[in-house]
């Protein structure tokens, strides 16, 4: 095509240039019991809308109260019945959950934080299905077209955004990995991996960072609150406000 053609495109929907990025991070921060992920995440830029769907922030989200974090605690019903009862009794807290995300976004600053999207993901499932296997491939385009809409508006806003992931052992490899929706790392800019080693002087809480989007340079680093030996470390840097800073650097 010529250049007259080319230009020719502009005025109608075609632009040459494009705004500034925003200045906001959107990751994914997986881990297994008590590494630090919703620490982690509670650490994002203010205000912070969180949605809590795991038992086990109980304690963490208390030492952040009275900072600009605002908590939506889902109470998740029994799972025990046929499946009709559970896509009822799950069609009503999905539809609550997809709600309270849409009211998390209209605030248009700060972290949208869901905790965990594995739990997220059960409850989807449940909704459409009313049971989680024996669900043949081809049925999951409304559940996936769910997920995708959320995806869509955290990407339209200007928040941040921090979904939280359970680990799981892949079956035939047997290594560690995200459990929930497989999608989830061709949304997110970020994939962290919390991770705790317990020495003489106490617990060292850190993260991996298994994928980034906007400075690749990161993939394989470890974040760690303070000072480190680890070639592959970086002091100070476990912390989402100084995470976004590493990723929009170049």
Known sequence: MTTQGIDSLLGNGWVNTVGPAPSRIIASIEGTDKTGKSHLALTSPKPIMYIDLDVGTEGVIHKFQGEDVMVYQVEQPERLGNSQELMERFGKI?????DKITEALAVN????????????YDICRLSHFGKMSQVQPHQYGVAYADLREIMRKVHQSKMSAIFLHKIQKNFNTGEPEPK??????????AT???KREDTAEGPVFYAEVKASRQN?????????????TDPRGI???LNMQMLLGLVQST
Not at 115 to 120: G, I, K, L, N
């Open 180 to 189: 929930g929706w497989t999608d989830v790392p061709y949304h997110v800019q």
């Open 94 to 98: 999905w539809a609550t959950i997809q």
């Open 109 to 120: 600053e700060g972290t949208l934080i869901i905790d965990t999207f594995t739990e997220a």
């Open 235 to 237: 002091p100070g840097g």
């Open 216 to 228: 690749p340079t990161l993939m394989g680093k470890n974040l760690y609150a303070g000072a480190t």
């Open 192 to 194: 962290l991996r919390t």
